[in-house]
C-alpha cells in the first residue's frame, strides 16, 4: 500500500541553525501539506503546496519557513533560523484525487 | 473563527464495553469531517471521511456518524489494541487547497 515516508525521523539541531525536513509524498498525488504538532498539543496545519506554488499558508508559516518540490518525488520543508518554540513533530501529508489526505510518521525536530 | 472541540479529553475502557467519542464544530461551510486515529510518536492514520448531515461510515469496530453540530466515533467492543488517541479534523469550502482544522484528541485506552 502506498505511504508517505519522511526523513529524518529524528532531528536534533542548535538555535539558529537551518534544518530541512524531507518528505516522498505518495507518487500520484498532487496536493501537498505540512503539519506541526507541539507536544501534548493539537495538530496544525503550516502549509499546502499545489503545481509547484504554495496554495495557502497559515500565520505559523513566516519567513522562516520555506517549502520546494525538488523533483518529482520530494518535498521539502525548510527552517532557515530555528528556534526553540520551534521543537515539535512536523508532518508531512498528501492526497490525491479524493479529498483525504495521508500523513507521514514525522519528523521529531528537537531545537537546542 | 472555525473551532473543533473533542470529548472526553481521556476515555477508559475494559474491552468489549462499548463507547462514543465526541466532535463538536463550528465551521462557516463544512467541506468534509475527519477523523484520524494517532499512536504515539506516529502519523495521524486516515479513518474516515464525512460530508453530509446523516451520513454513516464503518470499519471494523469503528462507526463514524454526523450530523449539522457534531459526529461521533462510536467503538463497539472495543479491543486493547483500540488503544490510541483518536482526532476529528474539519476542512471548510473556504480556502482553495482544504487544510485540515484538527481537536485536541480523545486519548483512548483499552484494558484487557
Given at each position: 500500500e502506498p505511504e508517505v515516508t519522511q526523513t529524518p525521523s529524528h532531528q536534533v539541531t542548535q538555535m539558529g541553525q537551518e534544518v530541512i525536513l524531507r518528505c516522498v509524498p505518495i507518487?500520484?498525488?498532487?496536493y501537498f501539506y505540512w503539519y506541526r504538532q507541539i507536544l501534548g498539543q493539537k495538530v496544525e496545519f503550516l502549509v499546502s503546496f499545489y503545481n509547484n506554488e504554495i496554495s495557502e499558508k497559515s500565520e505559523?508559516?513566516?519567513?522562516q519557513f520555506s517549502v520546494e518540490r525538488p523533483d518529482g518525488s520530494n518535498f521539502t520543508l525548510k527552517i532557515r533560523s530555528t528556534k526553540l518554540e520551534d521543537s515539535a513533530m512536523y508532518f508531512c501529508a498528501s492526497r490525491g484525487g479524493n479529498n483525504e489526505q495521508f500523513f507521514g510518521p514525522g519528523t521529531r525536530l528537537t531545537v537546542l | 473563527e472555525d473551532q473543533v472541540t473533542q470529548s472526553p479529553e481521556a476515555l477508559r475502557l475494559q474491552e468489549g464495553e462499548s463507547s462514543s467519542l465526541n466532535c463538536s464544530y463550528t465551521v462557516s461551510g463544512l467541506r468534509g469531517l475527519f477523523w484520524y486515529r494517532q499512536d504515539p510518536g506516529k502519523g495521524p492514520e486516515f479513518l474516515f471521511t464525512l460530508y453530509s448531515a446523516g451520513e454513516e461510515k464503518e470499519k471494523e469496530r469503528l462507526k463514524a456518524t454526523l450530523t449539522k453540530k457534531e459526529s461521533f466515533l462510536h467503538i463497539t467492543a472495543?479491543?486493547?489494541?483500540?488503544s490510541a488517541t483518536y482526532l476529528c479534523a474539519v476542512q471548510a469550502w473556504?480556502?482553495?487547497?482544504n487544510k485540515l482544522i484538527f481537536g485536541a484528541g480523545t486519548r483512548l485506552a483499552v484494558h484487557p
Open positions: 507518487s500520484n498525488h498532487l505559523i508559516f513566516d519567513d | 472495543p479491543k486493547p489494541e483500540d473556504r480556502g482553495g487547497y
